[in-house]
């Protein structure tokens, strides 16, 4: 009975060490050192076109970030000439009145109008 039981293990050991056989579809051709640089070439230019394309949607959204704060800047400047009937003298005036941070030191203001625009 043991004589089985060892047969039997040693057949279950040898079954599974086995390696499945590939078939030729498989088995890949070896590369070419031509080949292997234009996939480096190709996978370079890919890296490039991606991280330009991150620099482009990073300074569009700064770009907008920036059309959007001047466009509540101005509003803010006509709400506060309508309560207040005068322009603030300058925008640290304003400065309280927004509820997040705005970098006031890009703008132009000219308190005689309440023109704001970006600096130049």
């Known amino acids: 009975m043991s004589l089985f039981l060892i047969i ?25 050192e031509q080949e292997a640089k234009d996939f480096a070439e190709e996978n370079e230019n ?20 920036i ?24 925008l640290d005036e304003i400065k309280h009145m927004f509820g997040s941070r705005i970098d006031l030191s890009i703008y132009d203001y000219d308190p005689s109008t309440g023109k704001v625009s970006l600096k130049k």
């Open 46 to 65: 890919l890296v490039e076109e991606y991280g330009e394309t991150m620099i482009t949607a990073y300074t569009k959204g700064k770009q907008a970030g």
């Open 8 to 32: 039997a293990a040693l057949m279950f050991v040898f079954a599974c060490d086995k390696q499945p056989e590939s078939t030729e579809s498989e088995q890949q051709a070896p590369v070419s």
């Open 67 to 90: 059309t959007g704060n001047l466009s509540a800047v101005k509003k803010t400047i006509e709400a506060f000439h309508a309560t207040h009937e005068r322009y603030p003298e300058s």
